[in-house]
Every structure is written in C-alpha cells, then in structure tokens.
C-alpha cells in the first residue's frame, strides 16, 4: 500500500529554473493538496483540489502552479524558482467526506533548495 | 497572519513525565481540530482529533483539552516515552463547501524525552 508518493526527495535548482514536484495517490481520494514546511511557520497550504479539473488557491499560491487531470496525480509547478522557495514540500490528500475527520494522509516530503 | 498560535516552540520532558503543548486560534468557523505529529525525515500523520462540541478527548496516553469561549486547545501527553519525541503540530479544519478540509496549522513544537 503505497499511500502518497511524492518524487524527487531531494531537488537543487538555481534561480530562474523550472520543475515540477510529483504527487500520486493509491489511496482514491477526492482531495489532495500541498503544503510548504519552513522553520518556525508550520505546514502553510500552498494549492488544493477537490477533483479532477477543479484546483483552488491556498495561503501562499503565488510562485506556483498545479493541475488535476486525473484523480491519482496533483503536481506542483515552479515556474522560475526563487531562492524564497527553498523549503520542503508536502502533498496531502483525503476522502472529501473525511471532513468531519479533518484526517490528511501525508507523502514523505519533497525537499528543494534553490540557489 | 498566524491563525493558530502554538507554544512553546521546543519542549524537553524527563521519561514518565508530562508533556504539554498550548494552541490558540481566532477564527470560529473552524470546525475541526487535529494534532498532527512528524518524525524527523517523514511527513505529518494524524495524531488524535477532537470536534468544538467536546470539552476533552483521550486516546491512550494521548489527551486534548478543548476550551471554546477561550479559543484555546491543548495535548498533554502523559507517561512520556523517549518514542515520543516528535515534532507536533495543532492544526484547525475548516470544512470546504464541497468537501474536503482546509486545514490551518500552528508553527509546530520539538519535543524531546530524555531518559
């Protein structure tokens, strides 16, 4: 039972590049969302999604991008990375109906440095 | 912005004592509210939960207190064990309209159990 696999682990990037952090869920969840983890600030809610087609903005969007063109895969796209993106990421996903739960399944981190 | 302030930043608690880990939050239309806990290399993964309705919650060793005119919720943690030094997170869960939960997360505390 894989949960949620996030690749790579590791990424360094200079200022200016592009890429793309994966997400894929086993798990057929409606939900799936990203978080950015930095020292002292906590987990903060980058994007999310609700289903296939359908993505909304979190607290920090600005510097990304995502889509869902399928119900299993949520990638994250930074456009021209800044040094401000260094941090590690999370992708999160659940039934829509564990609202009540407020459960989040978590993937292992991406963790990105830009130069 | 923080919506959900947590104390203290780091903890250190001697084998067979007590933990314990404040949070406070502003906005009432959280609905939900989980304690989320990380080991060092892995993502975050549900702890315990307890709705607004409910004054306190235990789960083995694991217990939240929940006080709603104040705002304010704990996790106490008792007969701490050297496993459970951990990161902990408090987090309030807002339900989406259309399912699904956005979730707001305090700045995390390190606690160490010291033999």
């Known amino acids: 039972n894989a949960g949620v696999t996030q690749t790579p682990k590791f990424q360094v990037l200079k200022t200016g590049q592009s890429m793309t952090l994966q997400c894929a869920q086993d798990m057929n969840h409606e939900y799936m969302s990203w978080y950015r983890q930095d020292p002292g600030m906590g987990l903060r809610l980058i994007h999310y999604?609700?289903?296939?087609?359908?993505?909304d903005q979190g607290e920090v969007p600005n510097g990304y991008n995502v889509s869902r063109s399928t119900t299993e895969d949520f990638p994250l796209r930074l456009l021209s990375a800044a040094p401000s993106q260094t941090s590690v990421y999370f992708c999160a996903s659940s039934y829509l109906m564990s609202g009540l739960t407020g459960e989040l399944f978590f993937g292992e981190g991406s963790r990105l440095t830009v130069l | 912005q923080q919506q959900v302030k947590q104390s203290p930043q780091s903890l250190i608690v001697q084998k067979g004592g007590i933990s314990i880990i404040n949070c406070a939050y502003e906005?009432?239309?959280?609905?939900?509210f989980p304690w989320y806990q990380q080991f060092p290399g892995k993502g975050p993964a549900l702890l315990i939960a307890?709705?607004?309705?409910?004054s306190e919650k235990k789960e083995g060793r694991f217990t939240i207190s929940f006080n709603k005119s104040a705002k304010q919720f704990s996790l106490h943690i008792m007969d701490s064990q050297p496993g459970d030094s951990a990161t902990y997170f408090c987090?309030?869960?807002?339900?989406?309209?259309?399912?699904?939960?956005?979730?707001?997360f305090g700045t995390g505390t390190q606690l160490k159990v010291e033999l």
């Open positions: 999604s609700v289903g296939a087609g359908i993505t």
């Open positions: 906005n009432t239309a959280f609905d939900y």
């Open positions: 307890i709705r607004p309705d409910v």
């Open positions: 987090a309030a869960s807002r339900t989406l309209t259309g399912g699904g939960n956005k979730l707001t």
